[in-house]
């Protein structure tokens, strides 16, 4: 999982001169601060970016701990 999501599609806010907000969820850039939880839980962004991050978890090798029973054997 990355640690900000910024790579959102954005749309300026017409009423401010340097604000922009999620293109999906219409949810301002300040608020959402590059978190992925802050987008709107119906936001097509942050649907998509959740599912990407749980294919990723479930395709990720697993790493095998150490067999702590042979610790003490000496080659």
Known sequence: MKPFY???PQEKIEEHQHAYRC???KIPTTIIFGLLENHADNCTYRTQQSQWAQLGAKLKPQQKHFDEAHADEVD
């Open 6 to 8: 910024i790579d959102y």
């Open 23 to 25: 293109s999906y969820c």
